[in-house]
């Protein structure tokens, strides 16, 4: 679990981007589906079997739905990471990922070296996932 949480604090900005782009996805998939107006999933051209066509797109909304699940899994662990934090431990985990503070402007804020700020985030990481034994 450990790497999933440095995986969703890398990536937290990222998450609500993606997580729009898999709801235009679907979107366009429902569209399609329902013949209802334009759509940036293509339709294929000339006569084809609809019945396995709206089968393979019901297919792909289901990856579509659990990608956008996974992303969310994703927020709220980092959510719950930060917000379980208190004091300096805060301070650092939501200036480094959520405020997007650069790692030099973080050593000088705090006075850790750079080797020295990576391990005290693994150790802040470590420490949250043993006590909650994730």
Partial sequence: MINA???GLQNY???PNWIDSVDLKIEAIDTLMTKSGGSIVKKPEGNF???SFLISQISR???LENLKANY???IDLVDNFINSLKGE???IM???YINGISHDELCYKYF???RTLYRHIDRIIENYSKEFDI
């Fill in 112 to 114: 850790f070296s750079p």
């Fill in 94 to 96: 939501s200036d480094k």
């Fill in 49 to 51: 079997d609809r019945q």
């Fill in 5 to 7: 949480i440095k995986y």
């Fill in 13 to 15: 900005h990222h998450f």
């Fill in 89 to 91: 431990e805060y301070e």
């Fill in 61 to 63: 909304k289901g990856v």
């Fill in 72 to 74: 969310q899994f994703y």
